[in-house]
């Protein structure tokens, strides 16, 4: 803060403890994707071994043993489907907040209220509910029911468009009125204005909500876990039927661990500029 | 805010579409769709939830049963496992953010005092905000094995006591802490590095030629100037911190014994492993209210204070 000169001393200590800090929360993950490639009698050995000839052992057996990128593909459709649907539900009804102040303000943060529900309060009538549904056969023909992609697609849309409107109000908000008043002069109509004005200017905002929505979708352990059995599973539960009775298969835990965190990691390097408003619901514009 | 795009009425009649509305129809047409989704999947499974909670419903023993009144609100608090995982979430959360709150700020000032580097710092603080608890957290278990663990192997060659982290009563609770500490502490850092990048400059230019003491410029400038930054930090790890389920789930299942089992995971095995419903769905209400009142007072006072200073910035 202060602009006083600082010794090389200083610097120096500074600089360690920052390595220190970047060690201690990168190394976890530094050490799955190590374990990884680890050959099955490098991993339960003890002292840990640091030297070994890498190895896709652990990745074949994840892919072809644990068909692991059946989770992969689940995930990727739930996640999608899930995203589109809360990136445009929630561009329209951010941009009606950010112009238009609907329910000055309360309706808004009643929206808000109910990301901070807390997910296991409707967990269990959604278990009721969609146990009930999956009999029927709208249920069927949907796809809605337990251990049943839409169950989750609904979901993960309502736990995260509250968070996605958040965000997209403020965006929204940074784009200046001028050019939509100019545009509704020209004789555009409201929802031309929007089609053609509004969305490319916030096109980058809403690519970045989608994003995180993406991510927390890609993510999200509770609803998967107890709404879905094997058929809908995604990747986080499943790296737990990496279980057996003989013990976890770390190796190939790590490899699929490794498998369906890498793409979140890609992406949030990508954003990483965006990445304190998006965690802030779009308070810290940083 | 409340100034609309609405074009005044002698040129909206030459220029709008027959199909023109006003700007209040057009306003609540475009919020229907994110608003029947909330309705219908947040509200109406919570009015479900609600109605359980009067009724028995023990589904071990077949449907949703009749009405009993309050019975289950007596029931869940004359219950001392309840009332555990209470005071297993309070623990939980009151050392794992106040952790992370100091530990997040400190880094913070140490990154924002440094002249190089800090993009790639900042991408490396990021990584464990990208990974999910359940996976993450599940090799932390290897991290945290007596046997072949990296964590006992370092601490044993500096010939420091070995734990047994996960399956000590005394030590689970402070694993799963540390584990949060990990994944968590980097948000803290992250949004106070940003609230510190944005401060103005010329208040603390004053101060140093006036002479200010390190500590008397923190005291006086930084932190009542971060505080609205820090405050909402705190809150949103707050509430993410009650909800903890994900990483209990992997790295201990409640145990050894209870000592571990926060509300959220005692609310889920009530529910889903010894199917009371009725309890559970009680259970589930008090901590909606709780977390609505906690929103109510914390969180919406502060979200609209930094909404309203974007709109006027």
């Keep these: 803060m202060l602009q006083r000169e600082s010794s090389f001393a200083k610097e120096a200590l500074r600089y360690g403890l920052i390595v220190l800090v970047l060690g201690f929360i990168v190394f976890p993950i530094a050490w799955m994707i190590i374990t990884s490639f680890k050959p099955a009698d490098a991993i339960m050995v003890s002292p840990p071994r640091f030297l070994f000839t890498p190895t896709l052992e652990n990745y074949v057996h994840a892919i072809y043993d644990k068909n692991f990128l059946f989770y992969i593909k689940n995930t990727l459709f739930i996640s999608v489907a899930s995203t589109i649907i809360v990136v445009v539900t929630g561009s329209l009804a951010a941009y009606s907040f950010a112009r238009y102040n609907v329910g000055d303000g309360h309706l808004l943060f009643f929206i808000l209220s109910t990301k901070m529900f807390p997910a296991i309060a409707v967990i269990l009538p959604y278990f009721l509910i969609f146990r009930e549904v999956g009999k029927t056969g709208i249920g069927s023909f949907l796809g809605i029911g337990l251990d049943r992609p839409g169950a989750l697609i609904i979901s993960y849309t309502v736990f995260n468009l509250p968070f996605a409107i958040w965000l997209l109000v403020s965006f929204f908000q940074d784009i200046p009125r001028e050019l939509e008043h100019s545009a509704r002069l020209d004789g555009l109509s409201r929802l031309k204005v929007l089609a053609k004005v509004v969305c490319p200017l916030a096109a980058p905002g809403i690519a970045v909500t989608g994003v995180f929505t993406l991510i927390f979708s890609w993510n999200e352990f509770l609803f998967a876990y107890i709404l879905t059995r094997k058929a809908a599973s995604t990747v986080t539960v499943g790296v737990e039927s990496f279980f057996t009775l003989q013990g976890i298969l770390w190796g190939p835990v790590a490899a699929a661990a490794t498998i369906s965190v890498l793409p979140m990691l890609v992406f949030v390097l990508a954003m990483q500029r965006y990445m304190v408003r998006g965690l802030t619901f779009g308070a810290v514009r940083g | ?313």
């Design chain 2, 1 to 313: 805010m409340s100034q609309s795009l609405s074009v005044p009425a002698s040129q909206e009649r030459g220029a709008a579409s027959p199909t023109a509305m006003s700007d209040r129809w057009f306003s609540i047409l475009l919020i229907v769709p994110a608003m029947l989704v909330i309705l219908v999947f947040a509200l109406l499974p919570l009015a479900y939830a609600l109605d359980v909670s009067f009724r028995f419903a023990d589904l071990t023993r077949g449907r949703i049963g009749d009405f009993v009144g309050l019975d289950n609100y007596r029931a869940v608090l004359h219950d001392r496992a309840f009332w555990s995982s209470v005071g297993v979430t309070l623990k939980f959360t009151l050392t794992a953010v106040t952790l992370e709150m100091v530990l997040g700020i400190a880094i913070a000032f140490l990154i924002h005092g440094a002249t190089a580097g800090k993009g790639i710092i900042r991408s490396l603080m990021i990584l464990p905000l990208a990974t999910s608890a359940a996976v993450t957290g599940l090799f932390w278990r290897y991290l945290y094995d007596t046997q072949f663990g990296l964590i006992n192997h370092f601490l044993g060659l500096v010939g420091l006591p070995e734990p047994n982290w996960l399956g000590d009563y005394t030590i689970a609770l402070w694993s799963v802490i540390l584990f949060d500490v990990w994944q968590w502490t980097p948000f803290v850092a992250l949004i106070a590095l940003a609230g510190l990048q944005a401060l103005p400059k010329e208040p603390f230019e004053a101060a140093e030629l006036d002479g200010a003491s390190t500590f008397r410029v923190l005291r006086t400038l930084t932190f009542p100037m971060l505080k609205p930054v820090l405050f909402l930090v705190l809150v949103l790890r707050t509430i993410d911190s009650v909800r903890l389920y994900d990483a209990v789930a992997v790295l201990t299942r409640g145990g050894p014994g209870t000592v571990t089992e926060t509300m959220t995971f005692y609310l889920y095995r009530t529910g889903l492993k010894l199917f009371r419903m009725d309890y559970a769905s009680t259970m589930a209400i008090f901590f909606l209210y709780a977390m609505l009142v906690a929103s109510l007072f914390a969180l919406r006072p502060l979200l609209t204070q930094f909404s309203s200073r974007a709109s006027e910035g």
